[in-house]
């Protein structure tokens, strides 16, 4: 394979971009750079571990989905669903595998007239926005899934369309592979320190744990969860903290005639199809609160006592299921409203944020990564106009919400 080694001292003592943390967001941002005829400057990554394997990247679900209850969170989601499915063609290179979406839907259940309300109104916003979300009565979720038990559910909604699953880790690596082939430096160090200019309005220099000082023209904050750590290099505060989010894989003794849409029970647990006749589920622990940076421990009687029994009411087929795998992982939680950080810190304008994905970053990389790029090289938004997502917000804490949050 073309890529090289990570090598640990970077070949020059300055470069334009320096971007920190090289998973999704830090290789879409250094791709979308690296591709584009009208940048010619020097991009230098800088990862903690390369080997990736506590970073949310890693550890992600891999979800895309249309219902979102914010327009723009759908063109962004349809914007990915184009990049994944052009994927080969957008790399230009036929050693790029062609690449789908498992089309199997999200399946948001409400069990109150409240929330079947909201799905509702939701499903207006997506429709206008081009999504193919379609209500279901409990009879109509019952004579297409037969296997749901409805007797609580009032609404259910559905697209089947750019919603279920794709290869997020294929996506990842080969944006990361083709970035060091357009000449993206990245290195296996991690940034321990910045230093700015003496009016405090520009950072001038990251500082490596191997003791280097390298000169940066931009910096960009793309360390996931520890996305706070490198803002309070800068005495600047973000509302991100990692929060723990579980996964298990399993099998089924009788697995279901139909495919299993990505299920969003009322209880917040979700679980989907993940194979022939594997299923995964994911869910929050018994308290959502942050956690260490370090901590990817499990909480023992989370399944047993809570996340089984809540899938096993909803399909009762369930009672009879083997866990397979299991594992926990990091969310870069976004406390103000769930939703991202991207575009400069308002006073230190060479300084950005690519942060607080929450749990659909991975499906927002590619169009989050663009967006990036182009405030880099042009000083503004082409395409989509992510503004609404700017720090400013955060200064002034007025949330951007985003109601169909997992
Ligand atoms: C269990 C789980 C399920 C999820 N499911 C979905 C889903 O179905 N769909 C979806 O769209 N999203 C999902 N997400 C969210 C998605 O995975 C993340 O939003 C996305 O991966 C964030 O990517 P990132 O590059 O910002 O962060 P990360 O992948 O965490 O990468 C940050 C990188 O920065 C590096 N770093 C940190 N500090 C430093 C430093 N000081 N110096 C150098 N390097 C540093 C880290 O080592 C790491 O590699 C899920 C997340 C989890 C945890």
Redesign the pocket.
């Known amino acids: 394979m073309v890529s090289k080694a990570f090598q640990k001292t970077p070949q020059k003592k300055s470069y334009d971009i320096v971007i920190?943390?090289?998973?999704?967001?830090?290789?879409?941002t250094s791709w979308f750079l690296s591709k584009n005829k009208n940048f010619g400057g020097s991009i230098l990554v800088?990862?903690?571990?390369p080997t990736?394997q506590?970073?949310?990247?890693?550890?992600?679900?891999?979800?895309?989905?249309q219902q979102f209850s914010r327009e723009l969170n759908i063109r962004i989601s349809q914007y990915t669903a184009q990049f994944i499915k052009n994927f080969q063609e957008n790399l230009e290179d036929d050693r790029v595998p062609k690449l789908g979406i498992q089309n199997y839907g999200y399946m948001y259940l409400a069990d109150t007239k409240d929330k079947a309300k909201s799905l509702r109104t939701i499903q207006k916003t997506q429709l206008k926005a081009g999504a193919s979300t379609i209500l279901m009565n409990p009879d109509e979720i019952k004579s297409k899934y037969p296997f749901y038990n409805v007797s609580d559910i009032f609404l259910g909604s559905i697209n089947k369309v750019d919603e279920g699953y794709w290869d997020?880790g294929t996506v990842?690596d080969w944006l990361r592979r083709s970035s060091i082939d357009n000449g993206v430096e990245y290195i296996s160090?991690?940034?321990?320190g910045i230093n700015q200019n003496s009016n405090g309005n520009r950072v001038e220099e990251i500082v490596l744990?191997s003791g280097e000082v390298i000169n940066c023209g931009v910096v960009v904050n793309?360390?996931?969860?520890?996305?706070s750590?490198?803002s309070e290099m800068l005495n600047i505060k973000i509302p991100v903290e990692p929060r723990k989010?579980?996964?298990w894989v399993f099998s089924a003794e009788c697995p279901l005639e139909v495919d299993l849409p990505?299920t969003i029970d009322p209880s917040g647990i979700h679980v989907r199809q993940d194979g022939p006749d594997t299923y995964l589920a994911?869910s929050k622990g018994f308290i959502d609160d942050p956690v260490n940076f370090d901590d990817f421990s499990f909480e023992e009687d989370l399944w047993e006592d809570y996340v089984w029994p809540k899938i096993a009411n909803r399909i009762p087929a369930f009672e009879a299921i083997k866990v397979k795998s299991e594992?926990?992982?990091?969310?870069?939680y976004n406390t103000l409203d769930q939703n991202a950080i991207i575009g400069p810190h308002p006073s230190i304008s060479n300084f950005m944020f690519?942060?607080g994905?929450?749990?659909?970053?991975?499906?927002?990389?590619p169009a989050m990564g663009r967006g990036m790029s182009e405030l880099l090289i042009y000083g503004k938004y082409q395409s989509l106009d992510l503004s609404p997502f700017g720090y400013d917000r955060i200064l002034n804490g007025t949330p951007f919400l985003e109601e169909a949050i997992?």
């Open positions: 920190i943390g090289g998973a999704i967001m830090g290789s879409a800088v990862e903690r571990d990736y506590f970073s949310s990247t890693a550890r992600t679900n891999s979800c895309i989905r997020g990842f160090n991690e940034v321990t744990k793309a360390a996931g969860p520890r996305a750590k490198i989010r579980y996964t990505l994911g594992w926990a992982g990091h969310y870069a690519i942060n994905f929450s749990g659909h970053g991975l499906q927002q990389a997992i």
